[in-house]
């Protein structure tokens, strides 16, 4: 029985204390705060799991649509703490002119990968608009159409939805700011 702690024994510390009660259940990885985001916000919504791809042909492939149904979430940093996501079809990427003058700045810039991971909770590669660690504003290229895949906020997972659907409930602006890759 090595190993076995008796029920009794589990409540009490090596000490004899008791041991405390955790006051907040575990925080939730990325993909399930997007389910809960996708939830929350009545999104219908499919999950592909996949496992890691190395390339967005890839991502495309194994969650059976072509590239331009492969919506990326980029963060753009336009100076301080003012952050976006913008949402880029995978064949496409942004034009910096025309996402300057929509959001009427003269700076924009993707940040550093800790520094997206700070204000999305996510890594680069599962980012989404969805279950963000911060709310944050979205803006999303005019050609986010249809049904589109995103990030699903872990590597290897994907979410397929309705972009005016998830465009809505996330309330983005909607502009022509990329341009083909």
Known sequence: MTGDIPADAAAAAPDGLPVPEPTAPPAQDGAERVLAAASELGLDVVVTRHGRVSSLAEAAAARGVTPDRLVKTMVVRLGGDTHWLVLVPGDRVIAWPALRRELGVSRA???????ALAVTGFERGTITPLGTSTRLPVLADTRVSGV?????GAHGVGITVDAEALLTAVDAVVADVTRGA
Do not use: K, L, Q, T
């Open 109 to 115: 810039a993707m940040p550093p990968a800790d520094e």
């Open 148 to 152: 589109v895949s995103i990030g699903g």
